[in-house]
């Protein structure tokens, strides 16, 4: 099975279990990857035959900043679902961190893999 990817997409959304996080947004940062068959897309030169990565960037720009969540296993697990939606797509990994959530530390996050 084929990969595409998506790698530190920096999202501003609604992310956290304090009050503060509730009200304002914050840096997510979301890396993907996705499996499906590029077979067709790469022998006809077609764009339609695979997973446009700017696409999927764009779903899932627009899917976080219109969500709230107060965990990221709550986002993840949804995001990863409305990914899977994707009928091309047959399995997702993919990884939420939040940078600025712990001060001592780089960034914090979780990562999962979900199949059809």
């Given at each position: ?8 997409l920096?999202?501003?959304g609604?992310l ?7 009200r304002i947004?914050q840096r997510?940062?979301?890396?993907t990857?996705v ?9 006809k ?11 999927l ?10 969500s ?6 709550a986002l993840?697990?949804?995001?990863a ?29 979780v ?6």
């Amino acid at each position: 099975m084929d990969k595409i990817f998506i790698k530190n997409l920096q999202v501003q959304g609604i992310l956290g279990i304090h009050p503060h996080e509730q009200r304002i947004p914050q840096r997510i940062i979301i890396t993907t990857t996705v499996t499906t068959d590029i077979s067709q897309a790469a022998k006809k030169d077609d764009i339609s035959k695979t997973v446009c990565y700017s696409t999927l960037s764009k779903d899932i720009i627009r899917f976080v900043k219109s969500s709230h969540f107060r965990t990221i296993e709550a986002l993840i697990e949804t995001l990863a679902n409305k990914i899977l939606e994707v009928e091309q797509i047959d399995s997702v990994w993919l990884r939420i961190e939040k940078p600025d959530a712990v001060p001592d530390a780089e960034t914090v996050g979780v990562e999962i893999t979900r199949k059809k």
